[in-house]
C-alpha cells in the first residue's frame, strides 16, 4: 500500500545540479528517518544521505559540501539537492522511509523504485 515516488534524474554536464524529490503516499501513520542510496552495476550501494524527523542529516564524505537532503513532512517527500556534479556522482539514486505504514504497528523501511542520474560533458 505504501509507494514512494521518484522523480528529477536526468542527463547533467559536470559542475551542474539536481534536484531529485521522493514522495511517500499511501495510508501512512508517520515517517521517521529518509534517506538517498546511489547504487552503480557492480559496485556496492551507497548512503548518500539521511535525514532524521526531527531534522538532524548526514552524508557520504563524497558529497559533503555539495548535496543537501531536506523534507516536507505535509507532502510525505524527501528532496536531494545536488550541486557540482561530478561524473563519479553517476548512479542510479533510490530513497527509502523508515516509517510507520499503520498506527500500532512496528515501523520499517520502504524503497523507491530508483531513479538515474548521469553527469557527463
Known amino acids: 500500500q505504501v509507494q514512494l515516488v521518484e522523480s528529477g534524474g536526468g542527463l547533467v554536464q559536470p559542475g551542474g545540479s539536481l534536484r531529485l524529490s521522493c514522495a511517500a503516499s499511501?495510508?501512512?501513520?508517520?515517517?521517521?528517518?529518509m534517506g538517498w542510496y546511489r547504487q552503480v552495476p557492480g559496485k556496492q550501494r551507497e548512503l548518500v544521505a539521511a535525514?532524521?524527523?526531527?531534522?538532524?542529516?548526514n552524508y557520504a564524505d563524497s558529497v559533503k559540501g555539495r548535496f543537501t537532503i531536506s523534507r516536507d513532512n505535509a507532502k510525505n517527500t524527501v528532496y536531494l539537492q545536488m550541486n557540482s556534479l561530478k561524473p563519479e556522482d553517476t548512479a542510479a539514486y533510490r530513497c527509502?522511509?523508515?516509517?510507520?505504514?499503520?498506527?500500532?504497528?512496528?515501523?520499517?523501511?520502504?524503497w523507491g523504485q530508483g531513479t538515474q542520474v548521469t553527469v557527463s560533458s
Open positions: 499511501g495510508n501512512i501513520f508517520s515517517i521517521n528517518d
Open positions: 535525514i532524521t524527523g526531527g531534522g538532524s542529516t
Open positions: 527509502n522511509a523508515f516509517l510507520t505504514y499503520q498506527r500500532g504497528s512496528y515501523p520499517r523501511t520502504y
